[in-house]
């Protein structure tokens, strides 16, 4: 076996020659070589529980993924100029999920992709230039997705909401500008005003684009009722509506295969990423037939890598191993257990202020009695259980959301050994209130 580098050597050399811009995890950084399940393991064997990779959907190196790729590999890799089996499987897996109004697909490569596919095809669809998002939304990597991106163009280094983004406050109800039970109107009201100053100015909009639950937001739910008046008075101003599920999709809420179908709407286009390939770049676009018919305008939609036999080997596989292994149901039934053993630990502990969350996508809010945000306890817990062997990610405009978004294999010993670890935490001097 290789002796693997020391974290030194990578963390220079990095940092002579990589990307400034790209972070790393952990005030001491980690290097990772292998993963299995749930676990995620380092150069020397030892084993860290993760919670942060909503990308390893069924599990780090499933080995009927991996089979499927390698397999596929070693026949033919080629892009989709020619008839091939695999992408025509993927798109049955993937429509046997959703309702039948979304019934067209596009293989891409990543979220990113896929909502720049998404934003074009409302443009194209429409007429309309303008899109509708959420504060503290995160969309992608890409321009028209940065542009999108509250979370990117109002952080550090941003350049503020271009002209043809319209950003409607971020529907959070526990620290938001409305606050309680029964804010779903309220927030909707304001996508409405949004709408309205839009067409004062002789435009409408051609999407409004959200995730189901906003992750870089800070796991915050959708309030009852918001997305069905939002999506409602987007329609009735003449544009689209996207659900960006490439957090939240695939079995993930447990107790829904997609996002959407939390809140009873169904969307004119759907964006799938992270958890399609289980770690190997395949994203998605589902749309309704009528949008797929008006976006094939005469101008061809060709993508190199797009719906290659292999990425689609692998994402059929996926699709068929969260259903043969039932990993929906798991979501349900560990993400309800783990939810409610926060809650009670949330009861002994002044900080933990708001547990929310559905299925295996969780989020734990720290503050103050005031309600104020806590970032620096955030950070210790974050490292501190990294230090006791669990992954754990911060989010939030305040970065005071811990989030937990396992691998869907997540078990209930899996949930257990977090609850544990974090009660260990949290009786640690520095958190003792
Ligand atoms: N949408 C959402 C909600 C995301 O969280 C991300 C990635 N974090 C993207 C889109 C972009 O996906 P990718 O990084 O695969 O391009």
Not at 193 to 209: H, V
Not at 342 to 348: C, H, S, V
Not at 388 to 393: F, T
Request: net charge negative; glycine share 10%; with cysteine.
């Amino acid at each position: 076996q290789k002796t693997p580098a020391d974290n030194k050597t990578l963390a220079d050399y990095r940092k002579a020659h990589l990307g400034k811009g790209m972070s790393l995890s952990y005030q001491d950084p980690i290097q990772i070589v292998r993963g299995s399940g749930p676990f995620l393991i380092d150069q020397f064997g030892a084993l860290y529980l993760d919670t942060v990779n909503n990308v390893a959907h069924v599990g780090h190196e499933h080995p009927h993924v991996v089979k499927a790729g390698q397999e596929q590999m070693a026949l033919l890799n080629t892009n989709t100029r020619y008839l091939h089996e695999n992408i025509n499987l993927l798109a049955k897996e993937l429509l046997e999920t959703l309702p039948p109004e979304l019934a067209v697909v596009h293989v891409v490569n990543s979220g990113s992709e896929a909502n720049e596919l998404a934003l074009r095809m409302a443009k194209v669809v429409t007429g309309n230039k303008d899109i509708l998002a959420s504060e503290m939304g995160y969309h992608g990597n890409t321009n028209a997705c940065i542009e999108i991106s509250s979370y990117k163009f109002d952080g550090k280094g941003g350049e503020g909401c271009p002209e043809h983004t319209h950003i409607f406050p971020l529907p959070d109800s526990f620290r938001g500008l409305y606050r309680g039970a029964d804010t779903g109107e309220a927030y909707a009201k304001e996508v409405k005003k949004k709408i309205s100053e839009l067409q004062k100015t002789g435009r409408a909009p051609a999407a409004f684009i959200i995730e189901p639950i906003i992750s870089c937001g800070g796991q915050i739910e959708l309030p009852s009722g918001f997305l069905s008046r939002a999506y409602n008075d987007t329609r009735s101003a003449g544009g689209l509506c996207i659900s960006d599920e490439v957090q939240v999709g695939c079995g993930r809420m447990g107790s829904t295969f997609w996002g959407f179908q939390l809140h009873d709407v169904i969307p004119d286009i759907v964006t799938i990423g992270k958890p399609l390939g289980n770690g190997h770049p395949v994203a998605a676009v589902v749309c309704t037939r009528e949008v797929a018919d008006k976006f094939a305008n005469g101008m061809e939609y060709f993508n190199t890598f797009g719906g290659n036999p292999v990425s689609c080997a692998i994402a059929t596989e996926v699709l068929k191993t969260v259903k043969r292994e039932g990993l929906q149901a798991n979501a349900l039934a560990v993400g309800d257990y783990l939810k409610s053993g926060l809650k009670e630990l949330a009861k002994t502990s002044s900080i933990l202020k708001d547990i929310r969350g559905q299925g295996l996508f969780l989020g734990i809010e720290l503050t103050d009695d005031q309600l104020k945000p806590l970032p620096e306890e955030t950070k210790y817990l974050s490292n501190r259980m990294k230090d006791k062997g669990i992954l754990m990610s911060i989010d939030g405009p305040d970065h005071n959301v811990l989030k937990i978004k396992p691998p869907l294999v997540f078990s209930k010993e899996n949930a257990m050994q977090l609850l544990g670890t974090l009660s260990e935490v949290l009786k640690e001097d520095y958190l003792k209130t």
